[in-house]
């Protein structure tokens, strides 16, 4: 995946054009590779079924190849020796676990009363997305943005910390306590145990992590930092990105039959997700902006801010209330608004990014 730093004078339609052809049509390539994945789960009878067997610890194996190989190739190009910069930038570390871990959940617990009063399935499985932030996908979000690679790292690891600590109570509290103080009905409860929530970060932030990591210190001693980055790193970067097609392409077809089947009820929840990944995308944007963060922290916030972990959304809402479950069908929307809107948004963040020049 070819990356471009930012410049002065440069505007969208400059970074575009040093784009990779890969990198230049991703909005193509995703819209055929959602496409393909809503073929082949409608098409193919029992491939939906014979994709989510294939999975250990309740971790699915296919989509565990993909998140892994989207991940590594850009944690390979962290400059992880300059993470103590990042570390030590309070308004970005501080206005991060606010958006995230405050706002986010509230927000989305708001929309989902607001659209989806109607359907409680729905409404919990849109609240549980929201629960879950992003410690994966978003790394490919801020990198096609130019976003700052290694506050990203340090954003999506200090999530994952308080995914650990945090997602069980913010669950109860949202589900179960809150709407009981609103006079909203009864609440709603968990299945998850903690081990299980540490066990996906682990998988899918640690491993990728410590893989980039090591390649880095390895590949530097090696043949140095000069040729480890205009070598190496070109080698491996489109990896990124057929990663991501390839998860798009499991994802779908893991649902294919039920999005298909379900149109209206699949609208009925776009809808809020819709609202939710504008009101955090342009708010937290915004926020970088007003505190002075540069271009590059300003829209890693952002899509940090508005990413979500679809992952351990879908398998606790599987885990807690069945596969076929609305919520599970929540969760399963939740990556198929997600990838087009952020790809949107990553070339609203490009366009933008002159702003910050002229400041």
Known sequence: MTRTEPA????ESSV??????????????????????????RLIPGLDDA??????????????????????????KVRY??????????????????????????????????????LPEYRTGLIIVG????????IIWNDLACGDREAAAVLVALNSVFQVIAFGVLGWFYLDLLPGWLGLGDGQSLDISMWKIALNVVFFLGVPLLA?????????K???RESYENTFLPRIGPWALYGLLFTIVVLFALQGKTITSQPLDVARIALPLVVYFAIMWFGTFLLGKVIGLSYERTATLAFTAAGNNFELAI?????TFGVTSGQALSGVVGPLIEVPVLVALVHVSLAWRRTFAVA
């Open 16 to 41: 575009v054009a040093k784009l990779s052809t890969l990198d230049r049509f991703l909005a193509v390539w995703i819209l055929i590779a959602m496409g393909l994945g809503l073929g082949l789960g």
């Open 315 to 319: 398998a606790v809402a599987i885990a």
């Open 131 to 138: 629960l879950a932030r992003c410690i994966a996908m978003v």
């Open 222 to 224: 090696q043949v140095g």
């Open 51 to 76: 994709l989510a067997e294939v999975e250990i610890g309740g971790i699915s194996l296919p989509i565990a190849v993909g998140l892994l190989t989207m991940m590594y190739p850009v944690l390979a």
């Open 212 to 220: 980039g990591f090591l390649t880095r210190r390895i590949g530097e």
């Open 81 to 118: 020796d300059r993470l103590g910069a990042v570390t030590g930038d309070r308004r970005l570390m501080i206005s991060s676990l606010v958006v995230n871990w405050i706002v986010g959940p509230a927000v989305m617990f708001a929309l989902a009363w607001i659209f989806l009063a109607d």
């Open 8 to 11: 002065a004078t440069t505007g």
